[in-house]
């Protein structure tokens, strides 16, 4: 085993919502069917739906629906994205598990994404952090483009540091985590990330870290994340999300893959490769096409071939 591995990793699913939101809209029985499905395999955190505008993001349309509809297995935490006060308050009145707001480190992405200089986000991560506290619904805070921004280049660690130190101090949410969501995280830039943040007292092992796969460098940037102590990273079933008819999406990195090479690792993650691609399986028949997936293609290292 690496040294300073952690013993346990906590892979936090996001097919059913940042996955389903680049793909075509599919059905609410077929998105409660995924997230029922992935709810068996042993993973304990599964973003399931987004409470936005049915407009602006159709394929998140219904989200209350999916929570309705969906079983809920003790253990496993069911999330959602929230990116303003009516959503906030419709995800706990379907008593979501976590709330996620959302942030763009980038003045220039925030503005075109959301139409708010990062300041006036973070002020209002506040009101919808308030607002989940009063239902006890824990809040974790995703930071964008914290790894480069697809308008402004590369995005400096030190301004990442400093938002994710803010909204700890000014908005009190629980958990803290960084989106490459342009694509643009290298081994280097994971590594001087986390030494911003620590340089401001956020320690990796408290974060969580959310790869594309956009430049091949995904899994990557996940083993170096696990030798500084990171252990909870997000992923995708099947590598969800990366539409190819869809400009903007980048492709989530896929579940079955980091689960893979993580518990060959020696680390735990509590899921049953399995079962997973399984799943993965399932959200190929769903959004008709092949993923991206490697693992779901090839299988386990173990898997021998049939003579
Ligand atoms: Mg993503």
Not at 272 to 298: F, T
């Amino acid at each position: 085993m690496f040294a300073g591995l952690p013993s346990s990793v906590e892979i936090r699913e996001v097919g059913p919502r940042d996955g389903l939101q680049n793909e075509e809209p599919i059905a609410v029985d077929q998105r409660i069917a995924l997230i029922n499905a992935l709810s068996a395999t042993g993973l304990t955190a599964i973003e399931a739906a987004s409470f936005v505008h049915p407009k602006a993001i159709p394929p998140m349309a219904d989200s209350a629906r999916v929570m309705e509809g969906i079983t809920r297995v003790p253990g496993v935490r069911y999330r959602a994205l929230v990116p303003n006060e009516r959503g906030t308050l419709d995800a706990l009145a379907c008593a979501v598990d976590e709330v996620e707001v959302v942030m763009s480190i980038s003045e220039t992405h925030n503005r075109k994404n959301i139409n708010m200089s990062p300041e006036e986000s973070l002020q209002q991560i506040v009101t919808l952090t308030d607002l989940a506290h009063q239902e006890d619904t824990p809040v974790e805070a995703i930071l964008s483009t914290a790894f480069g921004c697809a308008y402004e280049g590369n995005v400096s660690p030190e301004r990442v540091a400093l938002y994710a130190r803010r909204v700890v101090d000014e908005a009190g949410v629980d958990g803290l985590s960084f989106g490459d969501t342009s694509g643009m995280a290298t081994p280097r830039v994971v590594h001087e990330l986390l030494d911003a943040l620590e340089n401001v007292g956020i320690e990796p092992s408290t974060v969580g870290l959310h790869f594309h796969n956009t430049r091949n460098t995904g899994l990557a940037n996940v083993m170096v994340a696990l030798l500084r102590g990171v252990s909870k990273f997000d992923a995708s079933i099947g590598g969800l999300g990366g539409c190819p008819y869809s400009p903007g999406a980048t492709g989530n990195i896929s579940t079955e893959d980091v689960v893979h090479m993580v518990e060959d690792l020696g680390a735990d993650t509590g899921c049953n490769l399995q079962k997973l691609i399984g799943c993965g399986e399932l959200a190929e028949e769903l959004v008709g096409r092949q993923l991206p997936s490697q693992v779901l293609r090839s299988g386990p290292r173990t898997q021998t071939v049939a003579s």
